[in-house]
């Protein structure tokens, strides 16, 4: 689905970046893994980025990555998370911004509610990670046949 902040997104991520290296110089971002009872990952689609995701997002000033990723997941899908999210991976994401790196964490025991945040998220999901939608991103299939199928963690996003 192609909606109006898909289109401008290419226009409008340079000035994000801009504002986010002078009040930021490095950032910081983090996505979370979390799988249901049938194996099933949770993946979310923006409404200003093609394809599916991890959900997930920046890390505010003051608040620590598992705050953050604790945060991002309830905003953006409706997941508490039960027990401390566990670091599974470190990246470095300079393909599309220098100085920006992602923690990929994994929630063990969540429980499901509505999402807090409206407006961003145009569609959360669950998938088997061998049969993930057409249109998941290259990062989001590079970090599940990580932590799936024993693929080499690689240090680039």
Do not use: C
């Given at each position: 689905?192609?909606?109006?902040?898909?289109?401008?997104?290419?226009?409008?991520?340079?000035?994000?970046?801009?504002?986010?290296?002078?009040?930021?110089?490095?950032?910081?971002?983090v996505?979370?893994?979390?799988?249901?009872g049938?194996?099933?990952?949770?993946?979310?689609?923006?409404?200003?980025?093609?394809?599916?995701?991890?959900?997930?997002?920046?890390?505010?000033?003051?608040?620590?990555?598992h705050?953050?990723?604790?945060?991002?997941?309830?905003?953006?899908?409706?997941?508490?998370?039960?027990?401390?999210?566990?670091?599974?991976?470190?990246?470095?994401?300079?393909?599309?911004?220098?100085?920006?790196h992602?923690?990929?964490?994994?929630?063990?025991?969540?429980?499901?509610?509505?999402?807090?945040?409206?407006?961003e998220?145009?569609?959360?999901?669950?998938?088997?990670?061998?049969?993930?939608?057409?249109?998941?991103?290259?990062?989001?299939?590079?970090?599940?046949?990580?932590?799936?199928?024993?693929?080499?963690?690689?240090?680039?996003?």
């Amino acid at each position: 689905m192609t909606t109006w902040r898909t289109r401008i997104e290419p226009f409008t991520r340079p000035l994000f970046f801009a504002v986010s290296r002078m009040s930021r110089g490095m950032t910081l971002g983090v996505r979370g893994v979390a799988v249901d009872g049938e194996g099933r990952v949770l993946l979310v689609k923006h409404t200003y980025l093609h394809g599916w995701w991890l959900p997930g997002g920046g890390v505010d000033r003051g608040e620590t990555t598992h705050q953050a990723v604790i945060r991002e997941l309830r905003e953006e899908a409706g997941l508490i998370a039960k027990a401390e999210p566990r670091l599974i991976s470190a990246h470095s994401n300079e393909r599309f911004f220098k100085g920006d790196h992602v923690l990929v964490f994994a929630i063990d025991a969540f429980d499901m509610t509505e999402r807090t945040s409206h407006g961003e998220i145009a569609e959360i999901g669950w998938f088997h990670p061998d049969a993930l939608p057409e249109d998941t991103t290259r990062a989001t299939r590079d970090r599940l046949a990580e932590i799936f199928n024993g693929a080499g963690a690689s240090p680039d996003w």
